[in-house]
């Protein structure tokens, strides 16, 4: 059964820093594109970042110049460094990828999402 394990979240200062972290386990065949989410109160979910297989990434304005988003296909973990980070991306944050199940057809996976709080 293939899923995604999520670590990495918490309470921070604005101005600080986090790293995320989304390792996929299980029985998978290919991992495709890869993707942020996140879900502020009173929000709807938002793509925060995603990056290809090739490594190709693409950010929301809110998060380009302050998130990176990485991948290690070899430990099939995809990565959220976050920097400088302000109270407004207080948010739910998922990760989330395409994957193809060994013996399976491809699907959408999520992770169990967690809380970050910016907030001093």
């Known amino acids: 059964q293939v899923q995604l394990v999520e670590s990495g979240g918490g309470l921070v200062q604005p101005g600080g820093s986090l790293r995320r972290s989304c390792a996929a386990s299980?029985?998978?065949?290919?991992?495709?594109?890869r993707r942020w989410y996140r879900e502020a109160p009173g929000k709807e979910r938002e793509v925060a970042a995603s990056?290809?297989?090739?490594?190709?990434?693409n950010y929301a304005d809110s998060a380009r110049g302050r998130f990176t988003i990485s991948r290690d296909n070899a430990k099939n973990t995809v990565y959220l460094q976050m920097n400088s980070l302000k109270p407004e991306d207080t948010a739910v944050y998922y990760c989330?990828?395409?994957?193809?199940?060994?013996?399976?057809?491809?699907?959408?996976?999520w992770g169990q999402g967690t809380q970050v709080t910016v907030s001093s």
């Open positions: 989330n990828a395409d994957i193809v199940p060994r013996g399976g057809y491809y699907r959408i996976y």
């Open positions: 990056i290809t297989r090739t490594r190709t990434t």
């Open positions: 299980g029985s998978i065949f290919r991992i495709g594109q």
